[in-house]
């Protein structure tokens, strides 16, 4: 492959358990000196510095954007990511592209955010003439004391940086950690300005789990009409038996005449009944055996609160009738339908 070196080869097993080893002090040693470091960072931040920046965004009129290069360009396109996820526009900005045509995108209305360890990185420098001329407000984070970006740019935040962890001070693994911890912080503080609702925040997460636990209501997930398995008080238990094992709900609804709900008979009951009755159950009505308190829930509750209301003690349950204010059955929600529609 040209003038390119090829891969060392992979270490032997011998190898590996010989002289590649590390015991659990010396990770925790690790650890621990990370640990000493981001304390660091904390301790020495400024924060009139952090504030500023993070009013520049929070009054930004047009879009805020990121850029970075290497391990800050990942950095730098997660906090944008983030701040998306909390309504705030955002985007991350490469600044390779930026320099062939995507600068288009810029206006005098946004910010332009540029993270760089030591403030010399020369993409960043090469775009930060390109970028004044747009009209954008330039902001550095960086970590150097007196770098050239910081001096170029309108506003800087300076990243306060002990050292890498890396024994060579050369992986960029501790300042990378710093600026995620900078730049999410931030974004919190702007979500709290915002006065971000957890509807809207679910609104911006329709997918997965997060957004489902807050979108999805017991009203959404619930089986209703010819799903239900119903039944009267005066019914025997052994007529009901299909209705009791054909709905997959693993119970019996039992109302009134108003459709109003008077208990429950779960296939549990039927075998406690079976075996204290004998061949008496043939006799006993739904009624006699049923349920007359059970767990309930309204259609409007959140589903994962009726998940919660499931395994409450003093024991689980595997399904809650859903009622009205009237106490009139409107469904019925299952453990397995709310996991099933990924709750």
Do not use: W
């Amino acid at each position: 492959m040209g003038s390119l070196p090829a891969f060392p080869p992979a270490p032997s097993k011998q190898c590996l358990n010989g002289r590649s080893h590390i015991d659990e002090s010396a990770l925790a040693a690790l650890f621990k000196s990370q640990q000493s470091h981001l304390n660091f960072f904390f301790d020495h931040i400024d924060h009139s510095q952090t504030l500023a920046f993070t009013h520049a965004l929070l009054h930004a009129a047009g879009t805020v954007f990121f850029t970075g290069v290497g391990k800050s360009g990942f950095v730098a396109h997660k906090i944008s990511q983030t701040l998306v996820s909390l309504g705030v526009r955002s985007a991350f900005l490469s600044p390779v592209d930026a320099l062939h045509g995507d600068i288009g995108i810029l206006t005098d209305r946004d910010v332009l955010v540029l993270l760089s360890k030591s403030g010399a990185t020369e993409e960043l420098l090469r775009l930060v003439p390109c970028a004044r001329a747009k009209g954008a407000l330039l902001v550095a984070l960086t970590s150097v004391e007196g770098n050239a970006l910081a001096a170029m740019c309108d506003m800087a935040v300076h990243l306060p940086l002990q050292r890498e962890l890396c024994p060579f001070n050369l992986a960029p693994v501790t300042s990378t950690a710093i600026q995620m911890v900078f730049g999410d912080t931030v974004a919190i503080a702007l979500m709290e300005a915002r006065n971000l609702s957890k509807e809207e925040y679910a609104a911006n997460h329709p997918a997965g789990k997060i957004g489902k636990s807050l979108i999805f209501k017991v009203k959404d997930v619930l089986k209703k009409q010819d799903e239900l398995p119903i039944c009267r008080e005066s019914d025997l238990i052994m007529d009901q038996l299909v209705e009791l094992t054909s709905k997959g709900c693993g119970c019996l609804l039992v109302i009134d005449d108003n459709y109003r709900l008077i208990g429950t008979f779960t296939d549990g009951d039927l075998r406690r009944t079976l075996r204290a009755s004998g061949e008496a159950i043939f006799k006993l009505t739904v009624g006699e055996m049923c349920n007359r308190n059970p767990r309930i829930i309204g259609p409007e509750a959140m589903a994962v609160e009726a998940m919660k209301k499931m395994e409450a003690p003093p024991s689980p349950v595997q399904f809650l009738p859903v009622i009205n204010d009237e106490n009139v059955l409107i469904g019925i929600v299952t453990l397995h339908g709310l996991v099933s529609a990924g709750l």
